[in-house]
């Protein structure tokens, strides 16, 4: 199970609380993009053994959607933060590398 930190609210709660909504920080293409780059935009994901950051909501709380980093083996959630952002932020990735030296953002 999954405990995770709403970092909008400050609640912490197990995963049935919140929903996951997919990957996060994928590409959107604009307009005049290639039928190919829609459709992979639209069904193509990554489902790697690894660390990865994922889209959540807090369904059961605020509703907030916010981003987490988590270990898809281990389970292990490094950090949560805002959905306001484009990238993970550098605090998360150091928190990453201190937890995981050898491991390298895809």
Same mark, same amino acid.
């Given at each position: ?13 197990? *995963?049935? *609380? ?16 290639? &039928?190919?780059?829609?459709?992979? #935009?639209?069904?193509? =994901? ?8 994922? =889209? ?24 949560? #933060? ?17 937890? =995981?030296? &050898?491991? =390298?953002?895809?």
């Amino acid at each position: 199970m999954l405990l995770l930190k709403c970092p909008c609210c400050g609640v912490e709660g197990e *995963e049935t *609380e919140f929903h996951c909504g997919g990957e996060a920080h994928i590409r959107r293409h604009a307009t005049g993009s290639t &039928d190919g780059e829609f459709a992979s #935009y639209m069904f193509e =994901r990554k489902n790697p053994k690894a660390v990865v950051f994922e =889209r959540w909501r807090h369904v059961f709380g605020c509703g907030k959607w916010f981003h987490a980093a988590r270990c898809t083996v281990t389970l292990e959630v490094f950090a949560t #933060y805002g959905a306001q952002v484009l990238a993970p932020p550098k605090p998360v990735i150091a928190k990453i590398k201190a937890r =995981r030296p &050898d491991w =390298r953002q895809k």
